[in-house]
């Protein structure tokens, strides 16, 4: 079993749709956990941390539930920018420092 | 402020060569980990350096080698390169080892290896 999976998609979703996207880690020492978003042939980016409150940051929304070890991110009204690959992305901490572990991303493709 | 950069960006090599990738960390960061992100994949960890020393192996094997130097600078190196060595070689900085640096950790724009 894969550490941190999530469904590759694509998800093709049209302008103005909400999109969800989720995922599950295996290693329930974790305790940190982001989106990242990837451009295509780009390096990836920090999008939002994940807290077991539930954050937002304007159109983004995401959620962790510890108990079932599952990480989610909803976009709503989405924009044609907003096409890209989303990673999911765990932090166990050892005694070395972090070790980030990513899952294989999730595309999205928002269409006119 | 500059962010973190890679050298080279782009590289071609043949099986059995070995390359040298460079690293320079953001302003302010004194951690560098290295991943390997093969076409269609997730970023894999590679190890991560703090204080000129390995912190953190991933599974990789010994062909891949490292080095931090006093200035923060970091290196990977590739010994023996394989076909499925290909892949984009990402280098990100951070501040310290402790759980906040996973917070504020910065990618550079990689190194893209091809192996022929």
């Known amino acids: 079993r894969k550490e941190v999976e999530q469904d590759p998609g694509p998800f093709n979703v049209p302008e103005g749709a909400t999109v969800a996207f989720n995922c599950t880690y295996s290693n329930s020492a974790s305790q940190s956990f982001f989106w990242y978003r990837q451009d295509c042939r780009k390096e990836p980016k920090l999008l939002m941390s994940v807290y077991s409150s539930g954050n937002e940051d304007g159109r983004f929304t995401a959620q962790l539930n510890r108990a079932s070890q599952y990480i989610s991110l909803l976009i709503r009204d989405s924009k044609l920018s907003d096409s890209a690959t989303y990673l999911c992305v765990v932090n166990a901490l050892t005694g070395g420092g972090n070790k980030l572990t990513f899952g294989t991303g999730t595309q999205l493709k928002v269409e006119l | 402020d500059a962010g973190v950069t890679q050298s080279p960006t782009h590289l071609i090599k043949t099986r059995g060569q070995q390359v040298t990738l460079r690293c320079s960390p953001k302003?302010?960061?004194?951690?560098v980990s290295w991943y390997q992100q093969a076409l269609g994949q997730g970023p894999q960890f590679i190890f991560q350096y703090y204080e000129e020393e390995e912190r953190q192996r991933g599974n990789f094997p010994d062909r891949f080698s490292g080095h931090q130097f006093p200035n923060y600078s970091s290196e990977l190196n590739v010994n023996a390169l394989l076909l499925g060595d290909s892949a984009l070689y990402l280098c990100?900085?951070?501040?310290?080892?402790?759980?906040?640096?996973?917070?504020?950790?910065?990618f550079g724009a990689g190194s893209r290896l091809t192996v022929l």
């Open positions: 990100a900085s951070g501040p310290g080892t402790g759980p906040s640096g996973a917070n504020v950790l910065t």
């Open positions: 302003s302010g960061h004194d951690t």
